[in-house]
């Protein structure tokens, strides 16, 4: 395959715009729908959702009306008919001014929209261009909220990379190929996860993980490969000789990475296929794309270029010993004291993790000066905090639950603000907290265990509940199964049993850091954003899938180094040293990289995204500084020659001098 896309160097230049205008036609033409219900098959939310069937449906949206006369006044009540008639000129929109319910105080209406998705831009903009004396009117529902415009968030984290790659590689053109490879590969995994939509349900927020991930690892692995390219070229090879050394060594720590996170991805699975397919689907799309891009346009590219990829560059700097290589054994001399030290850190960031509370983000985690927050607030001011997210009761058999007992019991029970039928076989009960409040959780637990058999809670916060629990049953078994995968994974390629043994402890160290600043900061809110609330209850998993599969990234391209200096020579100590002073730069600036992409989406104005975001950009600096820099030369210096163990069997294969990377 490498002679391959040397020798034909233009023909796979040419074919991937090829591949990637045919995939984003095929995307254009037979776009996928979004499905973002969470809920799962079998639960009693989704039985008590069936049960009522269209019932149990809420509108997709909500015009809230404020008049501090009282909305049934003449003035504010003409003012909004208005408002709803125009509303109702848009083909498929419904305002039911007949089924407003009124504030107990009447200074506040809530009143339901019905309307299809294309119509949503047209109601918003309508609200906006609302005016009368006295009235005010903002809308609720999730396709009314502001979102940053398409291409601004990966605009940013593409101008930091461009950046960090230019200060890293002191030269136009290597810096312009990883950013060309990552923006291909991202195009084509985008238009791929379109296409697949069809196959497998996928959620709104799917095309944002594609971009991320895709965006960080493919610029990573273009790095590394061009950098080991520009090494072989100072070495004085040939082109086509220094293309093929990189990509037999970066190029197969960038197949073992790239496999490694898909796998690690894929753990989202035991889920359910119907709730991680989605998931597992958008981020592998992403790795899948930008890894081929890495291991086939990227060796046709640099052969193209050749030595014309220093033509633009400044001098570079060497020395006889890098600050890497002198920091490796400053750790190396005392590798007690500095493993304790790095231990005690990551302990520290991960100690706001144990108070780890899932739920799903709402209107009330957006900034005031969206309408759909300011709608929040005066639901909740109105109406109480509870009729944000009410819920539903369904009685399977009235005979044996009369609705009017069932009413009864669940208005006496404590947490209920108020209760009454809405139909022949359901009831409503407005908690007396937020959806997000975590006494609405134990209310939820009350009713489900006090109320008679033949009566079902549904809602969206018992939904969420629901997947809460899903979720934390399935977690041993997919922690399990990514832990065990990667370990077949890294012993196969290291030859080593103690080394994927230690990986694994080092990352999940790493996880833990992330899942404790994603708490301090989203939920405990320790900068004082306002937003404090519940982590989506998707995103721990999502979180360790992908945090796990990032950081055996940078554990691959280490020890890849390390392994290959200890074939060399045979000394541990040396190995960890001449490892880290060879990778020290390119991971530094990798991670620098991946940090600035992530960091560019916890900006973003989906909360869910932001967790994310801001998650992965937390577990990027501290592996690729902590462990990388810190634990990983200090635990390698005290297992010493132990790191290589292997079973009898197969350990000759290490010792023969045989270099694998």
């Given at each position: ?32 729908p ?64 007949d ?14 929209i ?58 136009l ?99 359910g ?39 633009f ?23 007690w ?5 790095a ?16 739920g799903?983000?709402d209107?009330?985690?957006r ?12 639901l ?6 509870g ?14 639950a ?59 916060t018992?939904a ?36 994927p ?161």
């Amino acid at each position: 395959m490498i002679r391959f896309c040397i020798r034909h160097r233009w023909l796979v230049v040419v074919l991937w715009p090829v591949l990637a205008a045919a995939l984003i036609a095929a995307a254009a033409t037979w776009p996928a729908p979004s499905d973002d219900d969470f809920t799962l098959p079998g639960s009693e939310s989704r039985q008590a959702a069936e049960l009522l069937g269209p019932a149990a449906e809420e509108p997709p949206g909500t015009l809230v009306v404020s008049a501090p006369s009282g909305v049934r006044e003449p003035g504010p009540r003409g003012a909004v008919a208005a408002l709803a008639g125009r509303m109702n000129a848009v083909p498929g929109v419904r305002v039911s001014l007949d089924a407003q319910r009124v504030s107990p105080d009447g200074t506040l209406a809530s009143i339901p929209i019905d309307y299809p998705d294309p119509a949503a831009p047209e109601l918003k903009r309508l609200r906006d261009g609302f005016q009368a004396s006295g009235v005010t009117v903002e809308l609720a529902g999730d396709d009314f909220a502001d979102f940053t415009p398409g291409g601004l968030t990966e605009g940013i984290g593409l101008l930091a990379a461009a950046i960090v790659l230019l200060v890293a590689f002191r030269s136009l053109i290597a810096t312009v190929l990883p950013l060309v490879i990552g923006v291909v590969g991202v195009a084509c995994g985008v238009a791929l996860l379109t296409v697949l939509g069809h196959l497998v349900d996928t959620p709104g927020f799917a095309v944002y993980l594609t971009i991320m991930l895709g965006l960080g690892v493919g610029i990573d692995y273009a790095l590394l490969i061009v950098t080991r390219f520009r090494a072989g070229l100072d070495e004085g090879l040939g082109v086509a000789e220094a293309v093929t050394r990189a990509m037999r060594t970066a190029g197969r720590s960038v197949l073992l990475a790239g496999l490694i996170v898909i796998v690690t991805g894929s753990g989202i699975l035991f889920l359910g296929p119907s709730i991680g397919g989605g998931i597992a689907l958008s981020a592998g799309c992403g790795v899948l794309m930008v890894m081929l891009a890495s291991l086939t346009l990227l060796p046709a590219l640099l052969a193209l270029a050749g030595t014309r990829i220093d033509r633009f560059a400044l001098s570079r700097r060497s020395a006889a010993r890098p600050l890497a290589y002198r920091w490796s054994r400053v750790v190396q001399r005392r590798p007690w004291l500095m493993g304790t030290v790095a231990l005690l850190a990551l302990a520290a960031l991960a100690l706001p993790g144990t108070q780890l509370r899932v739920g799903w983000s709402d209107a009330g985690n957006r900034p005031v000066s969206d309408t759909t927050r300011r709608a929040h607030d005066l639901l909740a001011r109105g109406f109480g905090p509870g009729m944000e997210a009410p819920l539903i009761l369904a009685v399977r058999d009235t005979g044996r639950a009369p609705l009017g007992d069932v009413v009864r019991r669940a208005a006496a029970t404590p947490g209920v603000a108020q209760a009454f039928p809405v139909g022949k076989h359901s009831a409503m009960v407005v908690p007396a907290t937020g959806p997000q409040d975590e006494r609405t959780t134990v209310l939820i637990h009350r009713l489900r265990a006090g109320l008679p058999d033949p009566v079902l809670v549904t809602g969206s916060t018992a939904a969420a509940i629901d997947y809460a629990r899903h979720a934390s049953g399935r977690m041993p078994w997919m922690v399990g199964a990514v832990l065990l995968a990667s370990f077949v994974l890294l012993a196969g390629v290291f030859r080593s049993v103690v080394l994927p043994v230690k990986a694994i402890a080092v990352n999940l160290l790493s996880i833990g850091a992330a899942y404790g600043v994603v708490v301090a900061v989203f939920q405990q809110d320790v900068l004082g954003q306002g937003t404090a609330g519940p982590i989506d209850a998707w995103v721990p998993t999502m979180l360790f899938v992908i945090t796990f599969g990032l950081s055996m990234d940078y554990e691959v391209f280490l020890l890849s180094r390390i392994r290959e200096e200890y074939l060399t020579h045979g000394d541990n100590s040396r190995a960890v040293a001449g490892g880290l002073a060879a990778t020290a730069r390119v991971i530094t600036a990798a991670a620098t990289i991946m940090f600035c992409v992530f960091a560019a989406f916890g900006a973003f104005d989906d909360r869910a995204l932001r967790v994310m975001g801001v998650g992965l950009a937390a577990a990027v600096l501290v592996d690729a500084t902590v462990v990388r820099l810190v634990l990983v030369p200090a635990a390698m210096e005290v297992l010493g020659a132990r790191n290589w163990w292997f079973p009898n069997l197969t350990f000759r294969r290490l010792t023969s001098g045989e270099k694998v990377t």
